[in-house]
C-alpha cells in the first residue's frame, strides 16, 4: 500500500447537500512529489486539511477512508488520529506571517512539536531546530530562534515553517501553495528548497499549486481537480506529453508561456466548462441541463 491513500473521500457542508469532494482517490508513494492542481475552489486545500486532521468544524466527511503509513485516519478516536498525525505528517501553509504566533519567539514555534508530541528534551529540541535553520539557509539561526515573526522578511519565515515541517522527520510532508505570498525572486528559492529537503530527508510530498510550471519542475504525478473532484490523475511526464481529459488540455493551453510574453491569453472554452460541470452534477446524481 502507498504511505498515503485516499479513498473515495467526500466532504460537505454541514446540512448542505452540494459536496466539497466528490469521492476523491489518489495516492502518494514513499518519496514521492504528487502535485494537486486546479483552478481557486477546486477543493486543493481541502484535501490537504481532510488528510491532516484539520477540517473547518462546518465540514463533515460524508464517506471515504484517508489511509497514512497502513492505517485508517478517519476509523480511530480522534486523540489517536492526532497522535499519528503529529508524528508522521506536517504541513507548510500557505501564509507564513498568519500561520507563525506573531506573540512568540521563533525558537518555541520549532521546538513546541517535539519536545510534546515525540517528547525530546528542550535542549535535544533547540539543537534540532537550530541545526534546520542552518539546512534551510539561515544565517545566524541562534539570533533567528529569538526573534519574533515581525522582525523578520516574508522569505525568511517561508523558511522557517519549512524547518518546522521536517523538524519531526515525517514522512509526508502538505505543501499548500507555500509561495503564493513570496515575490517571484523568493519563490524560485524556497520552491529549490523545498526539492532539495524533500530529496535529502526522503520525504513523501502532497505539493498543492495552481501553477502547472511549478508542477513540471518539482513533481513526480498530479492529480487534476475540478469542482471538488479528480478528473485526472497522471504522471507528470505523461500528463504534459498528452493530457487525457478535455479539462486538462485547456488548462494547458490557457497557461502563459514564457517564451511569448506578448501573446494573448487562451481562455478554457465554454464547451469544456459545460462538460466538466456535467460529469460533476452526475456524480452529485444531479440532472444537467
Given at each position: 500500500m502507498p504511505f498515503l491513500q485516499v479513498s473515495n473521500l467526500s466532504l460537505r457542508i454541514i446540512g448542505e447537500t452540494p459536496r466539497l469532494l466528490r469521492s476523491v482517490s489518489l495516492s502518494v508513494g514513499a518519496g514521492e512529489v504528487r502535485a494537486l492542481v486546479g483552478e481557486s475552489g477546486a477543493g486543493k486545500s481541502m484535501i490537504g486539511k481532510a488528510i491532516l486532521g484539520i477540517l473547518p468544524r462546518a465540514v463533515e466527511v460524508v464517506e471515504g477512508e484517508v489511509w497514512l503509513d497502513g492505517q485508517n485516519l478517519l476509523a480511530m478516536p480522534p486523540m489517536a488520529r492526532r497522535r499519528i498525525i503529529g508524528a508522521k505528517a506536517a504541513l507548510i501553509p500557505q501564509d507564513p506571517l498568519t500561520a507563525l504566533n506573531p506573540s512568540r519567539r521563533i525558537g518555541p514555534q520549532i521546538t513546541d512539536r517535539l519536545v510534546h508530541i515525540l517528547g525530546w528534551d528542550r535542549a535535544r529540541a533547540e539543537?534540532?531546530?537550530?541545526?534546520?535553520?542552518?539546512?534551510?539557509?539561515?544565517?545566524?539561526?541562534?539570533?533567528?530562534?529569538?526573534?519574533?515573526?515581525?522582525?523578520?522578511?516574508?522569505?525568511?519565515?517561508?523558511?522557517?515553517?519549512?524547518?518546522?515541517?521536517?523538524?519531526?522527520?515525517?514522512?509526508?510532508?502538505?505543501?499548500?501553495?507555500?509561495?503564493?505570498?513570496?515575490?517571484?525572486?523568493?519563490?524560485?528559492?524556497?520552491?529549490?528548497?523545498?526539492?532539495?529537503?524533500?530529496?535529502?530527508?526522503?520525504?513523501?510530498l502532497l505539493f498543492v499549486t495552481?501553477?502547472?510550471?511549478?508542477?513540471?519542475?518539482?513533481?513526480?504525478?498530479?492529480?487534476?481537480?475540478?469542482?471538488?473532484?479528480?478528473?485526472?490523475?497522471?504522471?507528470?511526464?505523461?500528463?504534459?506529453?498528452?493530457?487525457?481529459?478535455?479539462?486538462?488540455?485547456?488548462?494547458?493551453?490557457?497557461?502563459p508561456k514564457y517564451t511569448d510574453p506578448e501573446g494573448s491569453l487562451t481562455p478554457v472554452p465554454q464547451t469544456v466548462m459545460d462538460a466538466v460541470r456535467a460529469e460533476v452534477a452526475a456524480a452529485d446524481g444531479v440532472w444537467h441541463g
Amino acid at each position: 500500500m502507498p504511505f498515503l491513500q485516499v479513498s473515495n473521500l467526500s466532504l460537505r457542508i454541514i446540512g448542505e447537500t452540494p459536496r466539497l469532494l466528490r469521492s476523491v482517490s489518489l495516492s502518494v508513494g514513499a518519496g514521492e512529489v504528487r502535485a494537486l492542481v486546479g483552478e481557486s475552489g477546486a477543493g486543493k486545500s481541502m484535501i490537504g486539511k481532510a488528510i491532516l486532521g484539520i477540517l473547518p468544524r462546518a465540514v463533515e466527511v460524508v464517506e471515504g477512508e484517508v489511509w497514512l503509513d497502513g492505517q485508517n485516519l478517519l476509523a480511530m478516536p480522534p486523540m489517536a488520529r492526532r497522535r499519528i498525525i503529529g508524528a508522521k505528517a506536517a504541513l507548510i501553509p500557505q501564509d507564513p506571517l498568519t500561520a507563525l504566533n506573531p506573540s512568540r519567539r521563533i525558537g518555541p514555534q520549532i521546538t513546541d512539536r517535539l519536545v510534546h508530541i515525540l517528547g525530546w528534551d528542550r535542549a535535544r529540541a533547540e539543537s534540532r531546530a537550530l541545526a534546520l535553520l542552518e539546512e534551510v539557509q539561515i544565517t545566524d539561526p541562534a539570533r533567528v530562534m529569538r526573534a519574533y515573526p515581525h522582525e523578520l522578511s516574508g522569505g525568511m519565515r517561508q523558511r522557517i515553517l519549512i524547518a518546522s515541517a521536517f523538524a519531526a522527520e515525517p514522512k509526508l510532508i502538505v505543501a499548500d501553495e507555500p509561495t503564493t505570498a513570496l515575490d517571484v525572486t523568493v519563490q524560485k528559492q524556497i520552491l529549490r528548497l523545498i526539492k532539495g529537503m524533500q530529496e535529502r530527508h526522503g520525504t513523501a510530498l502532497l505539493f498543492v499549486t495552481h501553477d502547472l510550471g511549478v508542477v513540471s519542475k518539482v513533481c513526480q504525478s498530479l492529480s487534476v481537480l475540478y469542482a471538488g473532484m479528480v478528473v485526472e490523475d497522471a504522471p507528470v511526464r505523461d500528463f504534459f506529453a498528452a493530457p487525457r481529459h478535455a479539462y486538462s488540455r485547456a488548462l494547458l493551453a490557457a497557461t502563459p508561456k514564457y517564451t511569448d510574453p506578448e501573446g494573448s491569453l487562451t481562455p478554457v472554452p465554454q464547451t469544456v466548462m459545460d462538460a466538466v460541470r456535467a460529469e460533476v452534477a452526475a456524480a452529485d446524481g444531479v440532472w444537467h441541463g
